[in-house]
């Protein structure tokens, strides 16, 4: 299980996360939506150990910056960060290395199969167009198939093979009982099996309600989306349904420094 409880993150005077508390049970996977600045990649960057905040993260009981969380943890981020020096394929089998895997070729060899960058192994970083550069990261961060995935908007830049491909290999993830974070402001994107959604705006999380309540309330997604970020019928969402962090204040432990 995923716990964060309480985690507050400025950047400067800018509110990012403001007392941010959820879990993630373990085999489930949930849809972090909110508009843009809403605190999405923060949250994201704060769990996978990447910033400082106040308040804490842990995984199975572990401190997410131990080795042992590290370990179980995987992080698809928004923006991909490649080599400009080395190929399509020395990316991948950098990544099997720093994870220690072994027997790793035939799975780097899915990957890219899958992806479409069977014929691009050779190519160097810099030589990719955006699109590729995206379906790289994609495969550099499923490649160590770990137990938690966070992915910060994974379907941005995509083509709709791949697209298509992602949505597949996160429904067969699911059936595998990896827990899924998947962060996006696209509702319509949402169009995989899901179980959870939490819905962040101005730093604090909204809504925090699994696919089974929704549906037995009537509604989409959309709705309750519009409902928690717009106030639109608002008192129609049951009291249970909204999080605790609705009320909550602004936050007072400001954490120092940026980075972890
Ligand atoms: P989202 O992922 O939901 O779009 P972010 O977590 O990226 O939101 O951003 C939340 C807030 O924090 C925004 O106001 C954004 O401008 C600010 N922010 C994000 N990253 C930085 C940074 N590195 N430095 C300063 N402010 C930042």
């Given at each position: ?26 085999g ?13 990649s ?60 072994t ?25 990719l ?24 908007e ?13 949505k ?54 959309e ?38």
């Amino acid at each position: 299980m995923l716990d964060v409880r309480e985690v507050t993150k400025k950047y400067g005077k800018n509110l990012a996360c403001d007392h941010v508390s959820f879990t993630l049970e373990p085999g489930s996977l949930t849809v972090l939506l909110g508009p843009n600045g809403a605190g999405k990649s923060t949250i994201i960057k704060s769990i996978i150990g990447f910033l400082k905040y106040s308040g804490s993260i842990s995984i199975n009981g572990l401190p997410n910056k131990s080795t042992q969380a590290r370990k179980i943890m995987g992080y698809i981020p928004e923006m991909p960060s490649l080599y400009p020096n080395l190929t399509v394929v020395e990316h991948m089998e950098f990544i099997a290395r720093a994870y220690k895997m072994t027997n790793y070729k035939e799975r780097i060899n899915m990957l890219l199969d899958r992806f479409e960058l069977s014929d691009k192994k050779k190519k160097f970083g810099d030589e990719l167009s955006k699109g590729m550069q995206q379906k790289l990261n994609l495969c550099i961060g499923l490649l160590p198939d770990p137990d938690i995935i966070l992915m910060d908007e994974p379907l941005l830049g995509l083509d709709p093979h791949a697209i298509k491909e992602l949505k597949n290999y996160i429904e067969e993830m699911r059936q595998a009982g990896k827990t899924m974070l998947i962060s996006t402001h696209i509702i319509d994107s949402v169009d995989m099996l899901w179980d959870r959604t939490i819905i962040m705006q101005k730093g604090q999380v909204r809504a925090n309600v699994t696919k089974h309540e929704i549906d037995g309330a009537g509604k989409s997604l959309e709705d309750l989306f519009f409902e928690v970020t717009e106030g639109i019928e608002k008192e129609a969402v049951s009291s249970s349904s909204l999080s605790e962090e609705e009320s909550s204040s602004s936050g007072k432990d400001e954490a120092k420094g940026e980075e972890a």
